[in-house]
């Protein structure tokens, strides 16, 4: 299911190499998918580098745009400019963006070529890479979605810096999963952070390579690859059940939450050490608000429809210790809302 | 793209094959996609052949059911009925059922395990066979969709014993075009029926190595399938204006309208010897009744907008011969309209 090696485009060459790819593709259509801010920050870069006709799609900023009613529209917004099966896709933003986007390609006349110009730092050292893409469809996230790499990827940290600081908190807590589920130093390097912005060019590359590193031995996600999800099984009932509210709990801030909960059940299950679950609790507290869940057993519901489930089980990645995870491990609903009411929104100390 | 050779269950002992199968694979659930009209005159067969539980979902019966809303409402239909990863869908029906379910299948938690179980002759000799998968959007057929195989297709002609008279015309068109384009013994057998009804399992067999040949050689569509799309460049058009006048044109005799069109424009343009062209007009207007194009030039945009063209130049498959097709033929937009003028609904003597 997964398309032989994308191109990989960064440093000073990228957008040459990306142009040449262009000429010898030679499609009969070039088109642009942004979000309302991507298309104000990011475009004229873009345009810039590439010089040469193309056409734009512009989808509202938020994960309120990566629905099925908005594939819809992007599908026929694509037949009706006339891209054909020799057209290209090239998608410029975050997350939503490239997943949406890589969706969009990968299905429209049965998928077309696109590329993904990742501009947010959750984007460029997370969501761009390994090829998941994906939708919402009624307020579950990534319900639909397929396997496909991008066919060109390029990673440019100039669009980083039009960022804001949100943004920044977002990509910080997936750098930070990266650290927690396969490299210490990083680790180590970000508890001397002093603000997200400070990540230096080094850190980032040491993310992106844990990610390329776990993607390539297990492109199908049928083992090793699971270990990504720590954090996130916690984290995407937070922002599914925030959906549901018509609310919108920012990727980052969910993920740090799923990760405090999901490193106390690494406690009490895989023997991360007591003194290592702290600091993780420590460095996510410094830098993600604290916010209560109104309702842990309507988040357990959400957990249980979690793609990762068999026969009713819920699985998580764990934690063993800080930079390596176990990747599935099979958790009680009851110890599950235990570390939700240990964790998120309770007053008392901490066990 | 394709999935490394699916499961082929065809004759007396395909149910077992399929038991066996599903013990073997051991899913977390078991879900039957059926629409109104399989719903009742198939689904107790599949119950007592299949004797295990299952879920069952079912969509209206008609291409209206093959849309971007329906394949919304069946993702969250499965994820509502707690349908995992592990859990596998199995589609009955005709070709609606089977591309439908097919793209569900293939997008749902980015992917999860499907059969086939084609009920219509349409749908055993030609839609359920390579892999094809989509919906319609906004009045454009197939618009999305994706490439993937089932993981079993299971073919039983015990199905077509309940298939009403219109299904049986659909199916022969599908059967005259594989003879058209590669089997000429087919299509002399095909001139000598008295009634759809009298196809023998042998000449089934014919079409249904046809089509199995061709997308065995070119799974991925990249060039000697193309010759599939004889007769149906046009007769897509044909059906996608029909849908957006929230009307239906079988797909049947879309096709057949578009074959008539397409071998009109094989004689002008390929060689295609005037006695043939005579030969398949009749043998077609003898199956299917004439239907008049209420707006050629608006068809013609619609022809426009094929997946097949590049560049703004329409492409077709033609024949060569009866037996022999070309599989890509680019034809002008007047010779086009010209060919529907011809053919479609005039009055006049044709030349």
Redesign the interface.
């Known amino acids: 299911?997964m398309?032989p090696g994308a191109i990989w485009l960064e440093g000073p060459g990228c957008w040459e190499g990306l142009r040449t790819w262009l000429e010898d593709r030679d499609p009969?259509g070039v088109f642009v998918l942004t979000d309302t801010h991507t298309a104000r920050a990011c475009l004229p870069v873009l345009d810039q580098r590439l010089g040469r006709d193309r056409a734009v799609l512009t989808i509202p900023a938020g994960e309120k745009g990566k629905t099925?009613e908005t594939?819809?529209l992007l599908?026929?917004a694509l037949?009706n400019a006339?891209a054909?099966?020799?057209s290209v896709l090239l998608n410029l933003g975050g997350g939503v963006v490239t997943d949406l986007g890589g969706f969009v390609a990968?299905?429209?006349?049965?998928?077309i070529s696109f590329v993904h110009i990742p501009t947010s730092l959750l984007a460029q050292v997370d969501a761009a890479i390994g090829g998941?893409n994906?939708i919402d469809?009624?307020h579950?996230k990534?319900?639909?979605?397929?396997?496909r790499e991008p066919d060109v990827l390029l990673i440019d940290p100039i669009f980083l810096e039009t960022l804001p600081q949100q943004e920044w908190h977002n990509g910080l807590a997936e750098v930070a999963k990266h650290a927690l589920i396969a490299d210490p130093d990083l680790w180590r390097a970000l508890e001397g952070l002093e603000h997200p912005r400070d990540i230096s060019q080094r850190l980032l590359s040491a993310a992106v390579a844990v990610k390329r590193m776990i993607v390539a031995e297990d492109p199908g996600e049928s083992g090793l690859r699971k270990v990504l999800n720590f954090g996130h099984t916690v984290g995407h009932a937070l922002e599914s059940m925030a959906l549901a509210f018509g609310q919108e709990w920012p990727h980052g801030e969910a993920v740090a939450a799923g990760m405090q909960v999901e490193a106390w059940l690494s406690k009490k299950l895989c023997g991360l050490p007591a003194a290592e679950e702290a600091r993780i609790r420590i460095f996510l507290q410094r830098f993600f608000p604290d916010r209560p869940v109104p309702d842990p057993e309507s988040c357990l519901s959400y957990i249980r429809?979690d793609?990762?489930?068999?026969?009713?089980v819920i699985r998580m990645a764990l934690l063993q210790s800080i930079g390596k995870a176990i990747p599935v491990v099979e958790v009680p609903g009851d110890l599950v809302l235990a570390a939700m009411k240990e964790c998120l929104g309770e007053t008392e100390p901490r066990g």
């Open positions: 299911m398309k009969d099925v594939a819809s599908w026929q037949a006339g054909g099966r020799g990968s299905t429209y006349m049965r998928g998941k994906g469809v009624g579950v990534n319900l639909a979605g397929i396997f429809k793609k990762k489930n068999r026969g009713g």
